[in-house]
C-alpha cells in the first residue's frame, strides 16, 4: 500500500484514502463544433502511459475531499512530488527520483 | 516412547510430554515440541503423500517452509480443515489429526500410480496442452474437471470458515525478517538505543539455523543456547516486538510488509474468542531481510522416492527434534554441508554407508576417511532403488572424460542430498531490488536495494556464521544511524562451500528416466530440456510450459535447478537466461487472513431507507440496490409477484400510490455561479429556470453518453436541490467535485451531499392531492403548477415539496428530514387510507415509467448511449461551454435503438396478451 502526501493536509496518508483519477494537464478543449473527430478522440482516450515518470491525479477522497496532482513513477510506484490542482507542471527532468519522505 | 527413531537424549523437544496425533486414521506419539514432520519421521513413517501427476510414493524432502511433497491436510472437524499444509511447518499438539492427499483409495495403494508407468512420452512438458484440444468447450467441460480430479492437492471445507481473523497496522525503524544469527544480532543492534524493532520469525521459536547446529559456539556459548538467550534478551526490550510463528509474506512499495502471525494453530484447544490468525501491515522505516538459505536437492533419476531428503532436513530433524530420519544413509555431498551432516548423522546414531563426492579430491573427504567414513570421491548418484522408501543408493563413477559409469548400488534406507545453498533473495526481489549474479559460487544474491532495505547472512550470500552475525550487527547498528560494530567469537561450525547446479550426470537414456527437479509438480530435468527443445527459449516460458515452480511452494527447492537446466540447454550462461519473477505471497496465505473482519454483515455496510421497519411489518419483498434494500413489492396473502404488481400499478393509475423514493441522490448546489455550473454539466440550460419551479436535468459524461439523469429544483437564485439516481448518488457527487474543483475553479459554487438527509415520499395517482393537501400547511397546494416545488411544513415538519411524477401521473414528491420520515410515511399512509392508497415497489414503478418512456440509467442505459439513442436529444441545447453536454449536442447520436413508452400488461395472471 502506497503512502502518499497529500498536498493539502500536508501529510503523509495510505492509499486506502485516495482514489486515482487518470492522467493529469490533459487540456480540455472548449468549442466542441470546431473539433475534429481525431482531435476529440484524442482528448478522450488517448493517455501517454509512460514506463517511468507520469504526472497524474488524484484525489484525497477519504480525507479532504480534493483533487491534486503527483508525479509517480509507473516502475518503482515512487512518488516524486504531489502539488496543487490548479499548479503548472513541474519539470520532471529536475526532479530525483526519490521517495518522499 | 514416541518413536522408534527416536535419539536416545538430545534435541530441543520436551520428551516428557508426549502428544496422541492421527495420521491417516493410524494413531502414533510426538513429542511437544515436534512439528508433525518430526513427529512422523520419529514413527518410521516417510511416505506421506503421493505426487501431482504421476501419484509416485513421495516423503518429507524438507524440515522447513520450501517443503514440497509433505502437503497435508489438518482436520479440527467439518468447517476447520486446511489443506496443503506443509507437514514439516504443521506444530504438533494433543489429538491432531492430519490426512494425506492425493491418493485413492489409500496411500500405500493408489490407482493413479499408473500414471507413472505410462510411456515417457505420455505426461511430459506441455502434456495437457497437446494432448487436450477440442472440440469446441471440451476442455472446460469434460478435461479439466477430469484431470482437477486426477491431479489434486487438498480440498477446502465446504462449510463457513467458524474462526475470526484480526489485522492491524505497525509503525516501527526496523523490521527484521527472519530469527536467525544474522537477524537476532540485526535485532539486538538495532534495538540498542530504543527505536522501535519487530523482530518476526515463521517457526514457534527464534534461532533458525542455529536450532539445528551441534558444533559452532558463539562467544563460548552454544549456537542454540546464545540463540535462546538472545531471543530472550530481546523479548525483554520494551521498544522490540518479537512475532513468532509470523511469516513476511509480501514485501509492497515503500517499506510496506505484510506478515500473517498464527495465534491458534498450535493450540490443542484454541479459545473460541481468540483470532485464529493476524495480519500485520507494517511500515517500516528500515528492512532488513535475514531470509536465510534454502538447500538444493541433487537432480538424479529416481530422486524422489520417500527416505530421500535434503542433507540439512536430516541434521534438523537429528539435532533439533532428536529424530533419526532413517537407520543407514547414504550422504551425496556436493558441497562442504554434506560432510558435517554426515558426521553429525553418525554421531546421533545413523550409520553413513558412505558419503558420495562428485569432486575427484578435497580435504574434507581426507578428513572423513581419517576419520573413519567411506568416502566415494569422483561419483554421483544415478538411481534409487526401492517401492514406499528407497532401500538403495546407484552410485555411478565421473569418468575422467565425462562419462558415468555404473559403480555399485549401496543398500540403505536414507539418502542425503546436499547440493549447495541458493540465498532466499525472494522478499528482497518483491521489493523491486535487484538481484545480482556471484559467478564465482554461482548464485544468485541481492543487488542494488530500492527501498530502505538491506539484506544479510545467509540470504545475501553470507553463509559463514561469524561474517552473518557481523553483518547482521552492522546492519542493524546503520539502521538506526548508528556505525558501532560487533564481532562475535565463533568456534567450529561448517560454512557452505561448492555445490552443484542442474541435472546429474548419468549413464542412462536420458528421456527414461526420470530425474525430479519440481517435486510438487512433478517436473523432470528432461521436462525442462524437452521445452527448450520445442522452442521455448524465456525463462518464464519454460516455467508456465513446464509448470515448474507453479506450485504452492512456488520453486523454492527447484528453481535454480530449473534454470541451470535451461541454461545448459539453451547453451547460455545463468545470469543471461535470468531467473522467473518473485511474487507475493511467499508461502500460501489463508484468504481468511485478507478478509479479516470483513465479512457476513461487516463485508460491505447495508443502507436501509427510514420506511424499512414499516415495509417489512407489511410485507415487502426487498430488492439490492447498490448497498440500498428497497421494497420491491407488496404481496398480501396468496398473491404471486406478478399478481402484486400488476395490481399496484392499477391502483396507482386508478387511485394513489405511496412510495418510498429516499433512496434517491440528493445533492444541494449552493452558490452565486450555481446555475452557471449545471449549465455546464448538465444537458439544460438552468439560468432561467425560476425559483420555484423544477426540471428534468439528463447528465453526460466527456464521451457524450449519458450516465445520470434527475429532477433539479431551484429553491433560490443561489440555491438548487438536485437529484440523481440512487446508484449514481456518490460517482455524481464526485464527478461534480472534479469539474468544481479542477475544470471551472472560477465558478462560485459549493456542493453537500445531502442524500442521507432528506426522507423522499412519492404519492402518484389522481387522488394524490387529497392525500396530501390535508397535511400540508404554508402551502397552496392547488395552485403548484406541474414541476414546481415549494417549502413549507407537513404535520408540522419543514418540507421540500415537488410537484413531479415520477410515473407520469399527478403526484407530488415529499422531502422531509430523514429523522422524521418514519412519522411522516405514517400520517401519509393514514390519510390516504379513505382513498383506496396502496404502498408499491420498485417493481411497480419500472413498469410505471416504462410505459411512458421514462429512461432508467443504468438499465435503459449502458454507458454507450447518447441523448439521441434515448429519445431525449430535444432536451440538449448546445451552448458554448457546455461540453461534455454540448459536444453531444453538436454531434447528432448514430442511428441506435430508441426508447419509446410502451404499456404493460395489467392482466392479474401476468400473460401475455
Known amino acids: ?101 | 516412547m514416541s518413536g522408534a527413531f527416536r535419539t536416545p537424549v538430545g534435541g530441543r523437544i520436551e520428551r516428557g510430554a508426549q502428544l496422541r496425533f492421527t495420521f491417516d486414521g493410524a494413531t502414533y506419539f510426538g513429542c511437544a515440541g515436534d512439528t508433525l514432520a518430526s513427529a512422523l519421521l520419529a514413527n518410521g513413517v516417510h511416505l506421506v503423500g503421493r505426487s501431482f501427476k504421476y501419484h509416485r510414493p513421495r516423503g518429507i524432502l524438507a524440515a522447513g517452509a520450501e517443503e514440497p511433497n509433505a502437503l497435508v491436510t489438518v482436520r479440527r472437524d467439518a468447517a476447520r480443515s486446511t489443506p496443503n499444509l506443509r507437514a514439516t511447518q504443521v506444530e504438533l499438539y494433543d489429538g491432531l489429526s492430519a490426512e494425506s492427499q492425493n491418493r485413492w483409495p489409500s496411500l500405500a495403494f493408489d490407482v493413479g500410480g499408473i500414471n507413472d508407468r505410462m510411456p515417457s512420452s505420455l505426461l511430459s512438458a506441455g502434456f495437457y496442452y497437446k494432448t487436450f484440444m477440442g472440440p469446441g468447450q471440451a476442455w472446460a467441460k469434460l478435461y479439466e474437471p477430469a484431470i482437477r480430479r486426477a491431479a489434486g492437492l487438498g480440498r477446502a471445507p465446504h462449510l463457513p470458515d467458524p474462526d475470526h481473523y484480526t489485522q492491524r497496522h505497525a509503525h516501527c525503524d526496523v523490521l527484521i525478517v527472519g530469527g536467525g544469527g544474522a537477524g537476532l544480532a540485526a535485532a539486538l543492534a538495532a534495538s540498542e538505543t530504543g527505536r522501535r524493532v519487530i523482530l518476526c520469525d515463521e517457526q514457534s521459536e527464534l534461532g533458525g539455523g542455529l536450532l539445528s547446529e551441534r558444533s559452532a559456539t558463539i562467544d563460548g556459548q552454544s549456537a542454540s543456547g546464545w540463540a535462546t538467550e538472545t531471543a530472550a534478551q530481546l523479548a525483554a526490550r520494551p521498544n522490540v516486538t518479537v512475532l513468532p510463528r509470523t511469516q513476511a509474506f509480501g514485501y509492497y512499495a515503500q517499506n510496506f510488509v505484510a506478515l500473517g502471525e498464527r495465534i491458534t494453530e498450535h493450540l490443542a484447544a484454541p479459545l473460541h474468542n481468540t483470532p485464529r490468525e493476524r495480519l500485520w501491515k507494517v511500515r517500516a522505516k528500515h528492512v532488513i531481510l535475514a531470509a536465510g538459505a534454502i538447500e538444493r536437492p541433487l537432480v538424479f533419476p529416481d530422486n524422489d522416492r520417500p527416505g530421500i531428503m535434503l542433507a540439512s532436513a536430516t541434521q534438523t530433524f537429528a539435532n533439533r527434534y532428536g529424530v533419526k530420519a532413517g537407520s543407514r544413509a547414504v550422504v551425496f555431498a556436493a558441497d562442504a554441508t554434506g560432510f558435517a551432516v554426515a558426521r553429525d548423522l553418525h554421531d546421533n546414531g545413523v550409520v553413513i554407508a558412505s558419503i558420495i563426492s562428485p569432486n575427484p579430491r578435497e580435504a574434507l573427504a581426507d578428513a572423513a576417511r581419517t576419520d573413519g567414513f567411506t568416502v566415494h570421491t569422483s561419483s554421483v548418484i544415478i538411481g534409487s532403488q526401492g517401492l514406499r522408501r528407497v532401500s538403495g543408493a546407484c552410485i555411478g563413477t565421473l569418468e575422467a572424460d565425462g562419462r558415468v559409469t555404473a559403480f555399485a548400488t549401496l543398500p540403505c534406507d536414507l539418502i542425503a542430498m546436499a547440493g549447495g545453498w541458493t540465498p532466499n533473495v525472494n522478499l528482497a526481489s518483491q521489493s523491486r531490488g535487484t538481484l545480482r549474479f556471484d559467478e564465482a559460487r554461482q548464485i544468485f544474491v541481492p543487488g542494488v536495494a530500492v527501498q530502505a532495505q538491506l539484506s544479510v547472512g545467509s540470504c545475501n550470500g553470507t553463509f559463514e556464521l561469524a561474517a552473518a552475525l557481523a553483518e547482521g550487527a552492522r546492519a542493524g547498528a546503520a539502521a538506526i544511524g548508528e556505525t558501532a560494530a560487533r564481532a562475535f567469537v565463533i568456534r567450529g561450525g561448517t560454512t557452505a562451500v561448492g555445490g552443484m547446479h542442474g541435472a546429474v550426470p548419468h549413464p542412462f537414456d536420458a528421456r527414461k528416466v526420470k530425474a525430479f527437479v519440481d517435486f510438487q509438480n512433478d517436473v523432470t530435468a528432461k521436462d525442462i530440456q524437452l521445452a527448450v527443445q520445442e522452442g521455448f527459449h524465456s525463462i518464464e516460458h519454460v516455467k508456465r510450459y513446464t509448470t515448474s515452480g507453479m506450485a504452492t511452494d512456488q520453486g523454492k527447492t527447484s528453481n535454480m535447478n530449473a534454470l541451470a537446466i535451461a541454461a545448459e540447454a539453451l547453451r547460455r550462461p545463468i545470469p543471461q537466461v535470468g531467473l522467473t519473477t518473485f511474487r507475493a505471497p511467499y508461502t500460501p496465505v489463508t484468504l481468511g487472513l485478507f478478509a479479516g473482519h470483513a465479512r457476513g454483515l461487516a463485508f460491505d455496510p447495508v443502507r436501509q431507507t427510514p420506511t424499512h421497519a414499516w415495509a417489512a411489518a407489511n410485507g415487502a419483498v426487498f430488492e439490492d440496490v447498490g448497498q440500498w434494500q428497497r421494497a420491491r413489492y407488496f404481496p398480501r396473502a396468496g398473491e404471486t409477484m406478478h399478481r402484486a404488481v400488476a395490481r399496484e400499478c392499477r391502483v396507482v393509475r386508478s387511485a394513489v400510490g405511496l412510495f418510498d423514493a429516499s433512496t434517491l441522490g440528493k445533492i444541494e448546489v449552493v452558490g452565486p455561479d450555481a446555475a452557471e455550473f449545471l449549465n455546464r454539466l448538465y444537458t439544460n440550460a438552468w439560468s432561467k429556470l425560476e425559483v420555484g419551479r423544477a426540471r428534468y436535468g439528463l447528465m453526460l459524461n466527456e464521451a457524450g453518453f449519458i450516465i445520470d439523469d434527475g429532477v433539479i429544483g431551484r429553491l433560490a437564485d443561489d440555491r438548487f436541490h438536485v437529484t440523481t439516481t440512487t446508484g449514481g448518488a456518490a460517482r455524481v457527487m464526485a464527478h461534480m467535485e472534479d469539474y468544481v474543483q479542477t475544470e471551472f475553479p472560477e465558478l462560485k459554487v459549493w456542493l453537500t451531499s445531502t442524500t442521507e438527509q432528506w426522507a423522499t415520499f412519492a404519492v402518484q395517482g389522481p387522488l394524490a392531492r387529497q392525500v396530501v393537501a390535508p397535511l400540508i400547511e404554508g402551502i397552496d397546494i392547488a395552485a403548484m403548477p406541474h414541476m414546481s416545488l415549494r417549502e413549507g411544513r407537513i404535520c408540522g415538519v419543514p418540507v421540500r415539496l415537488f410537484r413531479v411524477s415520477f410515473t407520469g401521473e399527478l403526484g407530488f414528491e415529499i422531502n422531509v428530514p430523514a429523522g422524521f420520515g418514519h412519522a411522516i410515511w405514517h400520517s401519509l399512509w393514514a390519510s390516504g387510507k379513505a382513498h383506496g392508497m396502496a404502498a408499491y415497489g420498485t417493481e411497480a414503478m419500472h413498469i410505471l415509467r416504462a410505459e411512458k418512456g421514462y429512461i432508467i440509467i443504468g438499465q435503459d442505459t449502458d454507458g454507450t448511449v447518447t441523448p439521441d439513442d434515448a429519445g431525449l436529444g430535444h432536451r440538449s441545447q448546445q451552448t458554448r461551454f457546455r461540453r461534455p453536454a454540448g459536444y453531444a449536442a453538436a454531434r447528432p447520436g448514430c442511428a441506435g435503438p430508441q426508447a419509446v413508452g410502451w404499456p404493460a400488461d395489467d392482466r392479474p395472471d401476468g400473460r401475455a396478451r
Open chain 1, 1 to 101: 500500500m502506497l503512502l502518499i502526501h497529500c498536498p493539502y493536509c500536508k501529510m503523509a496518508r495510505p492509499e486506502l484514502e485516495f482514489r486515482y483519477g487518470g492522467e493529469a494537464h490533459v487540456p480540455r478543449g472548449t468549442d466542441p463544433a470546431t473539433t475534429t473527430d481525431a482531435q476529440w478522440a484524442e482528448f478522450l482516450y488517448l493517455r501517454s502511459n509512460p514506463k517511468g515518470l507520469h504526472v497524474e491525479r488524484w484525489r484525497h477522497t477519504h480525507g479532504c475531499g480534493r483533487f491534486f496532482n503527483a508525479v509517480r513513477n509507473t516502475m518503482s510506484d515512487a512518488f516524486l512530488t504531489t502539488y496543487k490542482a490548479g499548479a503548472p507542471k513541474p519539470d520532471v527532468t529536475q526532479l530525483s527520483d526519490e521517495v518522499l519522505p
